[in-house]
T-cell receptor
Framework: DQQVKQNSPSLSVQEGRISILNCDYT??????FLWYKKYPAEGPTFLIS?????DKNEDGRFTVFLNKSAKHLSLHIVPSQPGDSAVYFC????????????FGTGTRLTVIP | NAGVTQTPKFRVLKTGQSMTLLCAQD?????MYWYRQDPGMGLRLIHY???????AKGEVPDGYNVSRLKKQNFLLGLESAAPSQTSVYFC????????????FGPGTRLTVT
């Protein structure tokens, strides 16, 4: 059973506009969340993360928002650039043990120049 | 610094054949992981290791074995390949219990006919 869900397989956005990628989770034990970016024929690369004690974390053009009551997080990219075109994976973990990550199915973002 | 490397990049096997995928990291990381990625499924954890000489099962361990004889290497074995094991395999590593960010290799595309 998928514990982390990304319900939008794809998203297209004009360059310069905001991209919003969404992620939902079902396991209330998850307390740390990460976003990864993946280009074709490469491994995922870490983008940004957030702990459950926060509701927002910013890093340059990337901001992650966490709504614990709704078990929902989102990644905002502003302004979007053509180089942001990639597949974005949401992942969750529990801050105990081996830090195993549970991944969503990914959202393919296309930024149109 | 090569980071995480995987060997081979591509492989085609016949049903019943065996093979070993090699993962190596040069970051002196304690934890290492093997994932598989299938279309529409995201990344799923096969096995992981929290230190040299230790291994543990992940979400989808059946049909695979692993060994971590040296800290820098994590091997994934398929004893008798099946078409259901056709997938892209990613290895990852992280520094330890206090770090949730995992660094991924470029992947191995395996096809079992």
């Amino acid at each position: 059973d998928q514990q982390v869900k990304q319900n939008s397989p794809s998203l297209s956005v004009q360059e310069g506009r905001i991209s919003i990628l969404n992620c939902d989770y079902t396991n209330s034990m998850f307390d740390y969340f990460l976003w990864y970016k993946k280009y074709p024929a490469e491994g995922p690369t870490f983008l940004i993360s957030i702990s459950s004690i926060k509701d927002k974390n910013e890093d340059g053009r990337f901001t992650v928002f966490l709504n614990k009551s709704a078990k929902h997080l989102s990644l905002h990219i502003v302004p979007s650039q053509p180089g942001d075109s990639a597949v974005y994976f949401c992942a969750a973990t529990m801050q105990t043990g081996a830090n195993n990550l549970f991944f969503g199915t990914g959202t393919r973002l296309t930024v149109i120049p | 610094n090569a980071g995480v490397t995987q060997t081979p990049k591509f492989r085609v096997l016949k049903t019943g054949q065996s093979m070993t995928l090699l993962c190596a990291q040069d970051m002196n990381h304690e934890y290492m992981y093997w994932y598989r990625q299938d279309p529409g499924m995201g990344l799923r954890l096969i096995h992981y290791s929290v230190g040299e000489g230790t291994t543990a099962k992940g979400e989808v361990p059946d049909g695979y074995n692993v060994s971590r004889l040296k800290k820098q290497n994590f091997l994934l074995g398929l004893e008798s390949a099946a078409p259901s094991q056709t997938s892209v395999y990613f290895c990852a590593s992280s520094s330890g219990a206090s770090s949730y960010e995992q660094y991924f290799g470029p992947g191995t595309r395996l096809t079992v006919t």
